[in-house]
C-alpha cells in the first residue's frame, strides 16, 4: 500500500523534496522535465507536487492538508461581565467597479468632515465615522483577498461585511468570492445595492441574482438586509450606517475596556522622520500613550499614539483604529499586539518571539500575499498582464506561476484572463490598464494585430510557460525601485570656517578617517546628529585643487546646500558616493 503524505496547498521545493525523502536537485530535474523551472526555494502547488510524484512513480500519494480546520480564525473575544458596547468593524467589498471606494467615501465624506475638523487626505487601512453620537470602524481593506489573508492569519477581526453590488451590473464573480469570504469568516452580510441613481438599476434582478447565491433578501422571506443606495447622490448612505448600527444592536457587540489592550497590527509602513509606522485595531482594553507595546518580533514604548485621522490622542479603547509610532522595527501585517508592563520586558518578550520565529523558519516572503494586499497603498508596483491562452489548464498554470512571483515591492496584477484569441476587448482593456497582452498558445488574428500596434499594446506570444515567466520577471524588474549603494570614503572633522553664503560653505580641517576623493556627497555631523546633506565642490590641498586628500591631512571644502548650513569649528564631514544600481528579481 502506498503511504499517504500531507502536504500544505503551496509548498517549497525544498520542502516537498524533504517529505519524500528524496534528493532535491531530482525533484527539480523531474520539473524541469515537465517545463517548471523552479529552485529550493520556489513554491509549487498541490497540482504540481501531485503530478510530479505521479511521474517519478513513487509508492506515495499526497494528500492536501486540511488548511480549513487547521487556520480555524480565533474566536472572538467573549466579553466578561464588565465588557461595554463598542463600535462595530465594518468591511465593504464588492465586484471592481461596483463602487466599493465611492461608497467609502460617501460615508467618510459626509460623516468624517462633520466628527472631525479637516477630515482625512491621506488613505488608511481603517478609520472611524460618527453616525448618531455612535462610532463605526471602516475597514478599508483592498480587498477579499486581503480580508481572506487576515483571516488565515487566525484574525476574526470583521463583525459585519458590506458586499457592494451595483444595480445595473449585477451579482458577478468577485460578488460570489465576497459573500463566499463572508460565509466562511461567518459574519453577518448586509448588502447595499449601488448605483441605484443610474439608468437600468434593476434591484430586483439583483435581489433575484442574490438569491441564486442562497442569500434571500428580508422581503422575500430571508434574513439579509439588502439596501438601495448611490454612491454618488448618497441617497440611502444615511440608512445604510443606520442599518450597520442596529445589526450592531443585534449582535450586542461588547469588549472589556478595563483588561491590558490587545489587537492586531493591520498596516505598517516606514515614514521618514517617524520610522516605523503601524495602525493598530484594538480588539479589547484601552491603549494608552506611553504603554510598553510587544509585536511580533519587535516592540514599541508608544511614542505618539493618534486616531487614524491625525490627531494625537492620549488613550483608545475597543474597535477602535490607533496609529502607532515608536517601534524598533517594523511590526508585521497581521501580527496579534499586547502590551507589556516595562521596556526590559517588552524587549524580552519581542526577543523570545524573533528566536520562535527564526527557528520555524518563519519568512517574511511567505507573507508576500498578504503585504501585496494591504501595502498596496504603500508602493507596491504592480505588473499588469491580460493572459489568453488555448485551454484552461494552462490558464490555470500559468496564472499560478506568475503569483509565484510577487514580491513585497512588485506584483503581478491579472487584470484579466480567459481563453481563446486575443480579442478587440482585451487589447482595449489592456489600453486603459496599462497592461502587456501575454498569449499562450492562442493566435492573434491580423486585426487584432494592427489595432494593438496602433494603441501601442504590447502583445507577446509564449509556447514555453518558463519563457513567459523569464519575461515577466525581466518586466517586474523594470519596476524595482533602484539599489541605492552609498559608500563612505571618509570624514574630515572642522578646524575652520572662512566663508557661508546662501548656496556655500568653504570651511578647511583635518582628515581624520579614510581619504577624502572627488566628486562626492558628504553629510554634516554635529553630536552624532545629521545636520545636513551637502555636495562636496572643491577640494583644495594648501592654495592647490585636488582630487584626494588622506587620513592626517588637512585641506579646504567647499560645500553646496539647498538649505543652510552654519558650520562650526569641531563639525564632522562624512564624504560619501551614492550609486543607483538597477536590480533584477
Ligand atoms: P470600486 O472598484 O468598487 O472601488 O468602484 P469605484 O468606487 O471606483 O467606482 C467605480 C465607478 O463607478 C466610478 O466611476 C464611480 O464614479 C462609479 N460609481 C460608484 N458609485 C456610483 C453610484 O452610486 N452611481 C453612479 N452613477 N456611479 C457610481
Redesign the pocket.
Known sequence: MSSIIEIDNIITVGDLADKLMLPVTKLIAELMKNGVMATVNERIDFDTAQIIVGELDLDVELKKKDTESSTTPRQRIIASEKATPRPPVVAVM?????????????IRGSELTKAEAGGITQHIAAYQVEHNGRFITLLDTPGHEAFAALREHGAQLTDLVII?V?ADDGVKPQTIEAIRFARKANVRIIVAI?????EGADSNQVKQQLAEQKLLVEEWGGDIVALE?????KKGVNELLDMILLVADVEDLRADNNVPAKGLIIESHMERGRGPVAVALIEEGTLHSGDYVVTGATYAKIRNLESTNGKTIRDAGPSTPVVITGFKSLPEFGDEFIISVDEKTARQEAKTIDIGRKSEGRSDIGNSELIRMINRHNQVSEFNVIIKTDVQGSLTSVVDSLRTLDTEEVVVRVVASGVGPVNENDVHLARSSSAIIYGFNVPVPPNIKQLAVRDRIRIRMYKVIYELIDDTKDEMSKLLVPEIIETVMGQLVVKGVFKTTKTEVICGGEVTKGKLVMPALARVIRDKQELAEVEVTNLKRGTQDTKEVFEGEMCGMSLKYSSRVDLVIGDRVELFTRETKERKL
Open positions: 464588492g465586484h471592481v467597479d461596483h463602487g466599493k471606494t465611492s461608497l467609502l467615501d460617501a457592494v451595483a449601488n448605483k441605484m441613481d443610474k443606495v448611490s454612491a454618488k447622490t
